[in-house]
């Protein structure tokens, strides 16, 4: 309980979640982590992704000229 309130107050993100918001697939961001575009955290078998990285894997997709991208983007 106490690790899970330690996660929300430095916000971090599961990659499924990141994923959701990001309107990609898990195995896309599987690849940019091979790539070593991206950093994560990981602990105990679960990768996590600080709310700080959103801007950086908003310019990912913007560098790929994703639809994904301008999706999000329209959204908002």
Do not use: C
Not at 21 to 31: A, E, K, M, P
Not at 45 to 71: A, C, D, F
């Amino acid at each position: 309980h106490s690790a899970n309130n330690k996660r929300q107050k430095i916000q971090l993100f599961t990659r499924k979640q990141v994923a959701s918001v990001l309107g990609i697939h898990i195995d896309t961001l599987r690849n940019w982590e091979r790539k070593r575009l991206v950093k994560t955290i990981r602990e105990s078998g679960v990768v996590w992704y600080h709310q700080t990285q959103m801007p950086q894997l908003l310019e990912i997709l913007k560098q790929n000229n994703s639809p994904r991208h301008q999706m999000f983007m329209a959204q908002r």
